[in-house]
């Protein structure tokens, strides 16, 4: 008996990957999922540092781009939730009731708000002791912030995506978010939605509407594209388009491009779920045993996990020239 169940399950590995291999085709019987996640809130340009308007600490255009942000949202009846930066809330080293009432609008209109660590810290560089020290700090403005509804954090999103540069570091940190109650928020779908935010931020700054208007234009396939590209690359590697994690960041061009971006998703077939129910898909309890310093998608991670040829990664949608030389960054 037992050597019989043997040669089944030898026969079955050997039929399993060629089955999966033979079906990449993306077919209307998948079920498109996606949630939507924005990091570096209460907003990405908004830090201790920020000029300050003559009243307040927000300026008047990051308080217009926030509200901008939040009613498309929940005009497009989409559930989301927002990583917390708490040092964005500082001033002076004190928080701001105006910066912190920017994480109240995420919360009555309905979203999450998860922790994204304190400064923006990077785990790769300023190690364990000190990253944990940031996470806590973070989790004293958030957990408050939470509990005046009855709800509490439970979501963490890595900064940079670094999320330790040793088997041995990941275990410790996975350990230490656990016991403070936290979840790993990964993310299948990235893109470099940060460097044509940057450039976006440049034309509305020069108040050049029409180059503001080509790279709203131009923005929305890209991201479309980033979205293509890991629905098939989660075909590739699963056999179906597992419900994505993307990441984007709570920016001005986003919060001029997200009915767009969500009408092209639904056009496709996708429908928009929060965290915990993407994350209820199987392949989220696959190993990550990733260490590298490049922030990249989980499906990937999973891949170089299954020892996946270079030939897996390849195609990623990148951005154009004209987007990288006007954020003022090196071509992709
Ligand atoms: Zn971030």
Redesign the pocket.
């Given at each position: 008996m037992k050597g019989w169940l043997h040669l089944a399950c030898i026969a079955l590995m050997c039929l399993l990957p060629a089955a999966t291999r033979a079906a990449p085709a993306v077919t209307a019987s998948q079920d498109r999922r996606i949630a939507i996640t924005f990091?570096?809130l209460p907003w990405?340009s908004l830090d201790p540092n920020t000029p300050l308007p003559a009243q307040g600490t927000v300026p008047p255009r990051i308080a217009a781009e926030s509200v901008r942000l939040l009613q498309a949202i929940e005009g497009t009846g989409t559930p989301a939730i927002g990583?917390v930066?708490s040092a964005r809330l500082l001033v002076g080293g004190q928080p701001q009731a105006d910066r912190t009432a920017m994480l109240d609008a995420w919360l009555d209109a309905g979203l999450e708000l998860g922790n994204?660590t304190d400064t923006?810290a990077d785990l790769h560089i300023v190690g364990i002791q000190a990253y944990e020290d940031d996470i806590l700090a973070c989790d004293r403005v958030l957990r408050p912030l939470l509990a005046k509804r009855g709800r509490e954090p439970q979501w963490f999103?890595h900064?940079?995506l670094r999320t330790g540069r040793t088997p041995e570091d990941k275990a410790a940190m996975g350990a230490f978010l656990a016991a403070h109650g936290y979840r790993i928020a990964p993310v299948t779908v990235t893109s470099s939605d940060w460097i044509w935010a940057a450039a976006y931020a440049k034309a509305l700054d020069r108040g050049d509407a029409a180059t503001q208007a080509k790279l709203r234009a131009q923005y929305v396939p890209y991201l479309l594209r980033r979205v293509n590209y890991f629905e098939h690359r989660s075909i590739r590697l699963l056999g179906y388009a597992l419900p994505q994690v993307m990441l984007l960041?709570a920016n001005a061009l986003n919060a001029d491009t997200y009915p767009d971006f969500v009408a092209g998703l639904r056009a496709r077939g996708y429908r928009f779920v929060d965290l915990d129910e993407a994350m209820r898909d199987p392949a989220y309890r696959r190993a990550d045993k990733f260490t590298g310093a490049l922030g990249t998608s989980w499906i990937h991670r999973w891949a170089i996990a299954a020892g996946r040829s270079w030939k897996f990664y390849g195609g990623e949608p990148t951005s154009p020239k004209w987007v990288t030389d006007l954020a003022g960054v090196p071509p992709e």
């Open positions: 990091d570096d990405a990583f930066n994204h923006h999103r900064p940079y960041h």
